[in-house]
């Protein structure tokens, strides 16, 4: 997936427990919130309907671990094994992912629908919002296929950035774009 196809993937926002709002972003606790509303028939904003919104809070994940889960739900996911030319194209950024690329290319997207306040919190604190979190359905990450994906040579720097400029913190999102305006180029 190139870069224009994830800043233009679906915005969600799912209202869970106390109505709170939040930002639905692949391997931090995603599938957890998908659960929460089927089960719950918790009301899920899409797009432009993220717009009336008046808060947002955001779960973040430490980049690191964020990219090993998410390289390892691509490979389940398309059913590939990480061979020396796929590992290249992940390093040069030729495959880009929901599931691995940088967190700040999800606020850049939200940003398209709101730009208003933001809470963000470290993933692990997911249970403030809903009581349920479970790992999603792909293959379980292996030593062998862990020390393969950490090998890889990946630019950690915005999302490190991001994680320690903002975790616990609530900021407008304008502020948070416009710290990272030139992380698209």
């Not at 931090?28 to 659960?35: I, R, V």
């Not at 008046?54 to 059913?79: A, M, Q, T, W, Y």
């Not at 040069?92 to 999800?106: A, M, R, S």
């Not at 030593?143 to 950035?161: A, L, P, V």
Request: glycine content about 2%; proline content about 4%; charged content about 25%.
């Amino acid at each position: 997936m190139q870069l224009e196809k994830i800043l233009t993937s679906p915005v969600k926002v799912l209202k869970t427990l106390h109505n709170k709002n939040v930002f639905m972003i692949f391997k931090n606790a995603y599938t957890s919130l998908e659960k929460y509303h089927k089960i719950t028939d918790a009301k899920i904003y899409i797009d432009q309907e993220v717009e009336s919104l008046e808060h947002v809070n955001i779960l973040l994940r430490d980049p690191k671990k964020r990219f090993v889960s998410g390289v390892n739900s691509f490979l389940s996911l398309e059913n590939v094994q990480l061979d020396t030319v796929l590992k290249e194209k992940i390093e040069t950024k030729q495959i880009l992912n929901l599931h691995f690329c940088p967190q700040v290319y999800w606020l850049f997207n939200l940003y398209r629908y709101y730009k208003g306040p933001v809470t963000f919190y470290d993933y692990t604190d997911v249970n403030i919002f809903i009581p349920n979190h479970n790992n999603p359905p792909v293959s379980k990450l292996t030593d062998g296929t862990k020390k393969q994906i950490e090998s890889i040579r990946y630019n950690f720097e915005i999302d490190t950035k991001l994680v320690d400029n903002f975790l616990n913190k609530t900021v407008n999102l304008q502020n948070v774009i416009q710290e990272f305006k030139d992380a698209l180029s």
